[in-house]
């Protein structure tokens, strides 16, 4: 018997849940309390998950050279038109007011978006305190951790000669460890999305449909704008290559990547298409490879997005250094989630666990998940590809090597 894909599991389970919900739904409000479980569990992995993620990056990383430097700058500059692109569809158009949604009792979000409103005019102790709790503390410790181990091993400062060999081991297991757990919860995934979606018509009916287009056309458009005007615009007039040419060559992986929900499984299909469009193997190798934890533009213009949709959809009024701070969070956790299964899912609960904000709508999300999961592998291909070009031009390699003039290619 042929196994359905999770994509197909989920698209049956919201099949069903659409009918359940509408006959029974309002007898079976208790399945919401299914959907909550597993967010809750994941939560709980979210701490140990950042911890083991960021130190082990710390550990294994190669932080030298030019070809880092530029790496890191256009990574830097990607993400940050990703992050404005994010704030300007959901300011501009609001999404999340399509749906409402109520603020459970419990949330500290509200408390939260004060501090946040407030953190550009004054500062205390107390209300440092008030954030420096749960996944926010572990981020702020586990860089402390990384960049001191990374420090020491970079200092001759008298170390014993087998700590990070065990460091870098025990870091190893303990994310392999997490990452195994992740791949049991995934497993429940379709459940929750068919409790949630039970819940949901149960309670508002079909009214729940208008918010969640609206939520796919943000974070659709958003990927879509952001591949047009950022990536194109590296390629046609920094990389000096038509694009004709680069979508020729870039649409293959990409596609690929679409079809198979993951841009790590793309990895030979890129390299082969970069080594087309006549990029050198180090900056192909530095961006593909290495560069997998920062670049990961979809992933983080789609966390930003769905954060702010639900902060309008539970009525809560952000200013937009509070927005800003959001999506400096995202990054962090963009990074730190970097090639873990259902990223996306992992690093948007640990968005919402760090400003207080309550994840137990994420399982309706995941309603459309399947398919902006799709599109966010698509943008983090086409995102490896274009910044290879970039390192390539910078660091004068590839086309640009041995004093040749660069020419723009047909």
């Known amino acids: 018997m042929k196994k359905f894909s999770p994509a197909t599991q989920t698209g049956i389970a919201m099949l069903l849940g659409i009918p359940v919900g509408f006959f029974f739904g309002h007898d079976l409000l208790f399945l919401g309390k299914v959907s909550q479980a597993l967010v809750y569990l994941i939560k709980m992995l979210s701490m140990p998950l950042l911890f083991f993620a960021i130190t082990d990056g710390f550990l294994k990383a190669e932080f030298k050279g030019k070809g880092f430097l530029s790496l890191l700058l256009v990574s830097a500059i990607n993400a940050t038109c990703a992050v404005g692109i994010a704030l300007l569809i959901s300011n501009l158009f609001h999404p999340g007011q399509w749906l409402k949604l109520s603020l459970p009792a419990s949330s500290v979000f509200s408390q939260n978006a004060n501090w946040l409103n407030t953190f550009s005019e004054k500062l205390s102790l107390s209300e440092v305190s008030q954030m420096l709790t749960g996944t926010t503390l572990v981020i702020l410790v586990s860089l402390c951790v990384g960049l001191t181990l990374f420090t020491l091993q970079r200092t001759s400062l008298r170390v014993h000669p087998h700590f990070f060999a065990k460091a870098s081991y025990f870091s190893a297991l303990g994310l392999k460890t997490v990452f195994r757990l992740v791949d049991w919860l995934v497993l429940f995934l379709p459940l929750a999305v068919f409790c949630a979606v039970v819940k949901a018509i149960g309670t508002s009916g079909f009214s729940v449909a208008g918010g969640l287009a609206a939520y796919f056309l943000a974070c659709s458009s958003g990927m879509i704008l952001h591949i047009l005007v950022c990536y194109q615009n590296?390629?046609?007039?920094?990389?000096?290559?038509?694009?004709?040419?680069?979508?020729?060559?870039?649409?293959?992986?990409?596609?690929?990547?679409?079809?198979?929900?993951?841009?790590?499984?793309?990895?030979?299909?890129?390299?082969?298409?970069?080594?087309?469009?006549?990029?050198?193997?180090?900056?192909?190798?530095?961006?593909?490879?290495?560069?997998?934890?920062?670049?990961?533009?979809?992933?983080?213009?789609?966390?930003?997005?769905?954060?702010?949709?639900?902060?309008?959809?539970?009525?809560?009024?952000?200013?937009?250094?509070?927005?800003?701070?959001?999506?400096?969070?995202?990054?962090?956790?963009?990074?730190?989630?970097?090639?873990?299964?259902?990223?996306?899912?992992?690093?948007?609960?640990?968005?919402?666990?760090?400003?207080?904000?309550?994840?137990?709508?994420?399982?309706?999300?995941?309603?459309?998940?399947?398919?902006?999961?799709?599109?966010?592998?698509?943008?983090?291909?086409?995102?490896?590809?274009?910044?290879?070009?970039?390192?390539?031009?910078?660091?004068?390699?590839?086309?640009?090597?041995?004093g040749l003039k660069a020419t723009i290619l047909d």
């Open 234 to 402: 590296w390629v046609r007039f920094f990389g000096k290559i038509h694009l004709k040419r680069f979508w020729k060559e870039a649409s293959e992986p990409a596609v690929y990547a679409f079809g198979i929900n993951s841009s790590l499984a793309t990895l030979p299909h890129t390299l082969k298409a970069l080594e087309r469009l006549r990029v050198s193997a180090s900056s192909s190798r530095l961006s593909a490879c290495i560069g997998t934890n920062f670049n990961n533009d979809g992933i983080l213009l789609y966390e930003v997005v769905a954060a702010l949709f639900l902060v309008q959809a539970y009525g809560i009024s952000l200013t937009l250094p509070a927005q800003v701070l959001i999506a400096c969070i995202s990054i962090i956790a963009c990074i730190g989630v970097a090639g873990i299964p259902e990223a996306g899912i992992i690093s948007l609960t640990i968005v919402l666990s760090s400003v207080g904000l309550p994840a137990e709508a994420i399982p309706f999300l995941l309603t459309i998940d399947w398919i902006l999961a799709r599109m966010r592998s698509f943008t983090n291909v086409l995102g490896d590809i274009t910044v290879a070009v970039a390192i390539d031009r910078i660091t004068h390699q590839g086309r640009f090597s041995s």
